[in-house]
């Protein structure tokens, strides 16, 4: 049985910007160095990880980093999810403009255990675009 190709797959290892609190997180490929004592081998890897634009010391109260933190942790976890349960940009971006405005809990709540396709239909079923409320108001 042959896996079927998401919009993830074509996402995942690229590098992106996400947003929090009112900073731009940078996630970008790193080397990133692993020793091994046993064998005194230094492995050189790159991986994807976070640029965070602080650091200790920097002024920036620990609240603030906090908060930025658990924002663009979800945006990742909200566009993982979501790329995961369309095929392409479009449904991908359709997906995001019915769910964009929720919060962590709600999001979480909405989704529940679904995943994949079965996913991106219940939420074309039970969530409005902006658009489409608009719409619906206007005829109503």
């Known amino acids: 049985m042959t896996k079927v190709k998401t919009y993830w797959d074509e996402i995942k290892d690229k590098e992106t ?4 609190n009112g900073w731009e997180i940078h996630m970008k490929w790193t080397n990133v160095y692993s020793y091994n004592p046993k064998t005194s081998v230094t492995k050189e890897s790159k991986r994807l990880q976070f ?3 602080w650091r200790a010391g920097d002024g920036v109260p620990r609240e603030e980093k906090s908060k930025a933190r658990k924002e663009v942790m979800f945006n ?3 566009a993982r999810v979501l790329a995961s349960a369309s095929a392409n940009r479009e ?5 995001m403009q019915r769910v964009g405005e929720m919060n962590e809990q709600e999001f979480k709540d909405a989704i529940g255990e679904m995943r994949g396709f079965e996913l991106r239909n219940y939420i074309c079923q039970k969530y409005w675009t902006h658009s489409e409320s608009f719409a619906s108001f206007w005829r109503g």
């Open 91 to 95: 449904e991908f971006r359709n997906l």
């Open 76 to 78: 990742r976890f909200r």
């Open 17 to 20: 910007f996400y947003s929090g």
């Open 51 to 53: 640029c965070w634009p």
